[in-house]
């Protein structure tokens, strides 16, 4: 009885601990460029997130727009700053609000996403690891099914790993003090800002945790496949710059390397050269092999993470198309770079 009496002494001395404990104060900053469509439907999930109104701060910097984004944040009562900087990169915006913010933790977002209500409560509890440092989650297209691009990248999102991860991608939220005391993002890049700082985080021993709770609903709205190609090349350029400011250029290649650099294209492309000066039956025959074998394991892949007949040839034919923009972004990297020297 004296035991149970212990122990029920100890379950409401640890209960008040927690009532009693503060709540953290959440900064939401919001970027965006020529976002007014959308931002009103971003600020107001903000806004409608399942967390104290008082311990929210929403912050809205504006990357130069030219459409009308002000007055839009103007009609809510928020912060707001207005850059009038070139280059208006990501990192640029993103880290006006990390100086302004006066939260504990920094939640970062673009004008075409919306918040889910109940995000903080699924994600401010695994910040308990003081060695995390940024918590992400599931994003989610609004509108999948309107192009193919658009399912394509929501069937990423969802398929993307979960638990410990290389780098904050999608936005996420962040220990304010740590993201200062790294110096933010690097506001000279116009891709691969995310995979930067992930490095820097690792070299710190922090940690980014990716968890399956639905974080944000975002509108990619890719409608052409020139919009898909040049997102490609902006990935492979600035994915190149991450390649060649963290890697070292010797043998053994970390296995992170071969896999930006394409490998199953570089060795296609290797082989067709081969094929070309010297003909063959075999090689021929290897030339049609190895890229289906490839593909159907890829398609393999996509199938058993979502069990969705269709969408795994769908996934896995944009998967491989995505190699030739990418490689495409690494190569004129590497030619700009070499001019440059």
């Known amino acids: 009885m004296l035991e149970l009496f212990k122990r029920h002494s100890e379950i409401n001395s640890s209960e008040k601990q927690n009532e009693m404990k503060p709540i953290p104060k959440i900064s939401f900053v919001i970027i965006g460029r020529n976002e007014a469509k959308h931002l009103a439907a971003c600020i107001e999930s903000i806004m409608q997130v399942n967390y104290p109104a008082a311990q929210k701060e929403i912050l809205f910097v504006d990357n130069d727009s030219t459409d009308g984004s002000l007055a839009v944040a103007a009609r809510f009562p928020i912060k707001t700053i207005a850059l009038k900087v070139q280059p208006a990169t990501p990192g640029l915006a993103r880290n006006a609000g990390l100086q302004a ?44 099914q309107k192009t193919c691009y658009n399912r394509f990248f929501d069937i990423g999102w969802k398929t993307a790993p979960l638990g410990e991860i290389e780098n904050p991608g999608g936005g996420g939220m962040f220990r304010t003090a740590i993201l200062r005391e790294l110096g933010g993002y690097d506001a000279t890049l116009f891709g ?32 052409s ?46 082989l067709l050269t081969v094929l070309g000066l010297k003909p063959s039956p075999a090689l021929g025959a290897l030339a049609v092999a190895l890229p289906a074998f490839f593909f159907l394991k890829k398609v393999r892949y996509f199938y058993r993470e979502t069990g ?24 004129r990297y590497l030619r700009v770079n070499i001019m440059r020297c």
């Open 101 to 144: 913010a006066s939260g504990e933790y920094i939640h970062f977002d673009d004008g075409d996403m919306t918040v889910e209500a109940e995000w903080l409560n699924h994600a401010l509890p695994v910040f308990e690891d003081e060695r995390v440092a940024s918590v992400v989650g599931r994003l989610q297209e609004i509108n999948p």
């Open 192 to 223: 691969a800002e995310e995979i930067d700082l992930g490095y820097r985080f690792q070299h710190r021993g922090f940690k980014t945790i990716r968890i399956p709770a639905l974080m944000v609903r975002h509108d990619m709205d890719m409608k």
């Open 225 to 270: 496949l020139g919009h898909f190609w040049r997102r490609g090349v902006r990935d492979g350029y600035y994915e190149m710059e991450m390649i060649t400011r963290y890697f070292k250029w010797a043998l053994p290649l970390p296995q992170e390397y071969v896999l930006k650099m394409n490998l199953q294209t570089i060795l296609f492309l290797a």
């Open 308 to 331: 969705d007949r269709k969408a795994c040839w769908l996934a896995a034919f944009f998967n491989y198309l995505n190699t030739f923009p990418i490689t495409y972004g690494q190569l």
